[in-house]
């Protein structure tokens, strides 16, 4: 359960961040008008912010992922 959980999030995750990255890199030329200092296709500000994406979103699943294991499937489907 909790690796199912943990896993969920992080393929959604994983989803997100590579059509976040086609639109980017489709849209780089409209953007690098208001860069300043950074290329529109800075390879170390892409991964950076993928990085980060991803620590906060296996965050963001440890979490409920840790509650749901401590409870037993029989009393999470009696509650319902």
Known sequence: M?????????????IGLALGL???????????????????VDPSTFLMTAAMLLAVSVVASYLPARAAARISPLDALRAL
């Open 22 to 40: 086609l639109v980017t890199l489709g849209g780089a030329r409209v953007i690098s008008g208001f860069l300043f200092g950074v290329g529109a």
């Open 2 to 14: 909790f690796a199912m959980i943990l896993r969920e999030g992080v393929v959604l995750t994983a």
